[in-house]
């Protein structure tokens, strides 16, 4: 019995496994076709513009990228990550600072806006 690609079809495994095997528990493929359909289907993050964003900042990231920050991005913010998704999102450098668990005003740990947008656009490129 061949196993698939719960995402994208292609085939996984060919022949019998047990439930024990890797390759049984591993259902998708990790190839590119199977990024993009799982990124059609992912909640997103959005990013905030304003002035100091370089204009080729992506707009967004994947939500899985910042969901497991939400208590440092109260503490930063003070507010949930869904009020600051509504509200426009995050700027790049705030987006890095959450997701790394520092605090807003750590001036030895702020990266530059070009170094957090390279970020972003590292995380994005993935997801597109």
């Known amino acids: 019995m061949s196993q698939v690609c719960q995402s994208c079809g ?3 495994h060919e022949g019998p496994t ?8 591993s259902r998708l493929c990790g190839g590119e ?4 359909s799982i990124a059609a289907s992912m909640r997103w993050f959005p ?20 969901e497991s920050h939400e208590d440092q ?15 426009g999102g995050l700027d790049p450098v705030e987006l890095w ?7 807003l005003y750590d001036h030895d740990a702020i990266p530059t806006m070009a170094r957090a947008t390279s970020w ?5 490129t993935r997801w597109a």
């Open 18 to 25: 047990s439930k024990d095997d890797e390759r049984y528990q």
């Open 73 to 87: 991005a109260q503490r930063n913010h003070d507010q949930s990550l869904a009020e600051l998704a509504r509200r």
């Open 10 to 12: 292609v085939v996984l």
């Open 97 to 103: 600072l959450v997701t790394h668990n520092l605090p």
């Open 47 to 66: 990013i905030l513009h304003h002035e100091h964003v370089p204009s080729d900042c992506p707009q967004r990231v994947p939500f899985l990228i910042v």
């Open 33 to 36: 076709e199977c990024d993009r």
């Open 120 to 124: 972003v656009k590292c995380i994005a």
